[in-house]
């Protein structure tokens, strides 16, 4: 813990009385909310997909298994993702919510950081996430070209976050962009980074960002799912407020479900970036990187030293 | 110690212990594994060349059988039954080498990790193969008894209304025994206690206690398998990319295209290199946290048994560190 720091958090949670290590709270509380999580999710998505069934005659589907699949998917999409969002709030940021209240501190807002930070601080985050996405297709279309995955296998892999008509659209940045931001930056930043900060330091952020992107269990995203996730835990970090990482992590969900939109609007949009080349990818990088610097430049204040300083308790 | 308490006294023990658990299990493991993932692969090659020797023959119908299948599936079988023994045993070696060490910290005895390989082969472990041996024999049997009655139901209905009554009789009592003897590891690795010892020992300790163990080990069992799948989930997609590739090619193939023969050989030959990767290596991570979670436990029953200090109480009991 950086020296000189204090918080006006009050640690009044049973954990805390006991004197017990905060490195062992952060992950046994990420470990057993993940674990409600998932599982609590699996049995949502078979009950709403059930529910949904009963609800909607099946059409009939025609083609070939993956045809068929993307078929299914499309008509349970409202479906899916409800339960999804159902589940994170059910099962990620309520659990999330009572534990930090039990264990850590009364003063739960106080606690995940949910307090106002600069806006030029919240700006630099969001154009900095946002202004990574080309870097984030060009590597997912890297990938996918090199391990040759099948054109037909990442329709029905992307049918699921394709918005096909304005009010699909609103609904999926909702359940998408919205709900994440709000469950996972509490889950991972408010809580667990928070925690294990308090053991390690800035090494918190490295720590969590990679976890950030185990937990989204998908192999081939894990390099930039973690790059996001680092990039979150630093601005959670260096600002002091959760809301600079709420904030970029709804700009960057929100702009891959506008990416996937089949809105003719956005077209254009997509079919550029799809083709952007690697000079303009890196081009790309480099205003990314200089926007997160400009961001630590912004979050001075905020700094060991400054008027927002704390101690650790242990 | 209440749950809390636990999780911390297993969380400092990881961060005291991990680097020589490591240590151990990866010098016992390695080469096991490198065995168990070789028989794996011969296993799956064999199988792979009988497929496509099946297919190749039904294109020619009422050609003869190819000589010696039966041999040949018989010695894949065997091969592969010696890999599985050979991890179990590199399994069991690796638990007492763990366990030793976990008790030995919380004794405030600590061993070196080459202390701990040493005895990890030695009366230790013959004891704990035969309290593994013994168990299974008790299990087993008792699981006959359903097995059987659901076995006879064509003889007589008679034996259908016993198998409802008998199956979940058995489970509950198969459940009761492996809980209570889920401790006889660490009694034979740190009391040096007999095989037959060990199971009254055990017992004795999770008396009185049972639900509490039942769902701390529970609990416990289920966040380290989902850690552990956190983990491994990246590297299994790469151990097993041979496999993935092959089905992404199978999907990608059009509909009215004609399948090859060889396609199916392929992906069983495929799969056995990777499939012996992803167990050796989540079994890895399982050895080095679950040996200390009942080591754990096992002090802090012994703890609420008063056996460390007489002024300790159930509830805050003076463990050794």
């Given amino acids: 813990m950086e020296a000189g720091r204090t918080d006006p958090v009050t640690y009044d949670g049973s954990w805390e009385r006991k004197g017990r290590s905060t490195a062992t709270a952060a992950v046994a509380g990420l470990l057993g ?136 659209l609103v609904f999926l940045v909702a359940e998408v962009a919205l709900t994440p931001a709000i469950c996972e930056e509490v889950f991972f930043r408010g809580f667990a980074q928070r925690t294990l900060e308090r053991s390690v330091g800035a090494g918190s952020v490295w720590i969590m960002g990679i976890t950030f992107g185990l937990f989204h269990m998908r192999p081939l995203g894990l390099l930039t799912l973690s790059a996001i996730g680092i990039a979150l835990g630093y601005f ?55 926007t997160i610097y400009l961001f630590h430049l912004a979050t001075r204040s905020a700094r060991p030293g400054t008027s927002t300083e704390f101690t650790a308790p242990d | 110690m209440a749950l809390g308490d636990l999780f911390d006294r297993l969380f400092r023990l990881i961060g005291k212990t991990y680097p020589r658990i490591l240590a151990v299990a990866l010098v016992i493991f390695l080469p096991i594994s490198v065995v168990f993932v070789a028989m794996t692969h011969h296993f799956c090659s064999d199988a792979a060349d009988m497929v496509q020797e099946m297919s190749a023959r039904a294109d020619y119908p009422g050609s003869p059988a190819p000589p010696g299948v039966f041999g040949r599936l018989l010695s894949a079988g065997i091969i592969l039954f010696t890999g599985y023994l050979f991890l179990l045993l590199g399994l069991i070696a690796a638990t007492v080498g763990v366990t030793l060490l976990a008790c030995s910290e919380m004794s405030e005895q600590p061993l070196s990790w080459r202390e701990a390989f040493a005895a990890a082969f030695g009366a230790r472990f013959l004891r704990v193969c035969g309290q593994i041996l013994l168990q299974s024999v008790i299990v087993i049997g008792v699981m006959c008894v359903p097995i059987l009655s659901v076995a006879l139901i064509r003889v007589s209905g008679w034996f259908g209304l016993l198998a409802a009554i008998v199956i979940p009789c058995a489970i509950c009592l198969v459940t009761k025994l492996i809980l209570e003897w889920a401790f006889t590891t660490p009694v034979i690795v740190w009391e040096q206690a007999g095989v037959l010892d060990s199971f009254g020992r055990s ?119």
Avoid at chain 1, 255 to 284: D, H, M
């Fill in chain 1, 33 to 168: 909310i993940g674990f409600v999580y998932f599982q609590g999710q699996s049995i949502l998505l078979i009950v709403f997909i059930v529910v949904s069934s009963l609800h909607h005659q099946l059409a009939e589907f025609s083609g070939d298994f993956l045809e068929r699949l993307t078929g299914i998917a499309q008509s349970h999409k409202a479906a899916i993702w409800s339960a999804v969002a159902f589940s994170q709030y059910l099962f990620m940021l309520v659990p999330t919510l009572w534990l930090v209240k039990r264990w850590h501190s009364s003063d739960v807002g106080r606690y995940i950081r949910m307090q106002k930070t600069s806006v030029p601080a919240v700006l630099l985050a969001v154009v900095s996430v946002a202004v990574f996405l080309p870097a984030n297709v060009y590597l997912g279309n890297l990938f996918m070209r090199i391990l040759r995955i099948p054109e037909n296998l990442i329709r029905a892999g992307t049918e699921i976050i394709t918005a096909r008509s304005t009010p699909e």
């Fill in chain 1, 236 to 290: 959670y970090y260096r600002s002091g407020s959760i809301i600079p990482s709420m904030a970029a992590h709804f700009t960057n969900n929100l702009l891959v479900v506008l990416f996937y939109s089949r809105s003719p609007q956005i077209a254009g949009f997509s079919a550029a970036l799809e083709r952007i080349s690697l000079p303009w990818t890196g081009i790309t990088l480099v205003f990314s990187a200089t």
């Fill in chain 2, 203 to 321: 017992s004795s300790l999770v008396r009185g206690r049972w639900w509490r163990v039942f769902g701390i080990l529970l609990l416990l069992s289920l966040i380290l398998q989902f850690a552990i799948s956190i983990v491994t989930t990246p590297l299994n997609f790469v151990a097993m990319w041979g496999y993935v590739s092959k089905i992404f090619q199978m999907v990608g193939m059009r509909r009215n295209t004609t399948p090859d023969p060889r396609f199916a050989a392929d992906l069983i030959r495929s799969l056995g290199m990777g499939f012996g990767i992803v167990v050796s290596v989540s079994q890895l991570l399982a050895v080095t946290v679950s040996p200390l979670i009942r080591s754990v436990l096992y002090f802090d029953l012994r703890a609420r048994r008063g056996e460390f200090l007489s002024t300790s109480t159930p509830e805050s009991p003076a463990l050794p560190v």
